[in-house]
């Protein structure tokens, strides 16, 4: 497996963030899900990872967004077939370490409570419950997390 930068502008990223908005539109309403379009992974200051096998084919994919004092982690997601492989892991390990070579000190995300198997990784990779932060206001479906970097 290799992780590098990508434009999320393919085909088959494309169909990835449309797996990962149709699951989020299942477990919840509109207005608690706080997705970023592919428009806006292009933006300056954000880094937008991708982790494909040895062929080539897309495992996962990870994204931040330098707010200035803190990256915020956005669109994580491995493919269904490849959880429990450590690709999640590897994507945050990343993440972190393009994070902290820019100069940023920590890492935050919002991510939501119907999501076990993603505040179990964030968890493990050392993410710790928080406020909201940034423009988030309070919601009963999310859960804030930082991590020190």
Do not use: W
């Not at 999320?8 to 509109?30: C, H, N, T, V, W």
């Not at 690709?87 to 920590?106: C, D, T, W």
């Amino acid at each position: 497996m290799h992780i590098q930068t990508e434009t999320p502008r393919q085909s088959d990223i494309i169909a990835m963030l449309e797996r990962l908005d149709a699951y989020f539109a299942g477990l919840y309403p509109a207005e608690s899900n706080h997705l970023m379009d592919v428009d806006s992974l292009t933006r300056p200051g954000v880094v937008f990872l991708v982790a494909r096998d040895l062929d080539g084919r897309a495992l996962g994919c990870g994204a931040y967004v330098d707010r200035g004092g803190y990256g915020e982690v956005k669109r994580m997601y491995v493919d269904p077939a490849q959880r429990g492989k450590g690709v999640g892991g590897k994507l945050l390990a990343e993440i972190a370490q393009r994070a902290r070579a820019a100069g940023l000190p920590a890492l935050m995300l919002e991510t939501g409570i119907s999501q076990p198997e993603a505040i179990g990784l964030y968890e493990r990779d050392g993410f710790i419950r928080c406020a909201p932060f940034g423009d988030y206001q309070p919601d009963p479906l999310s859960l804030f997390m930082v991590k020190r970097l």
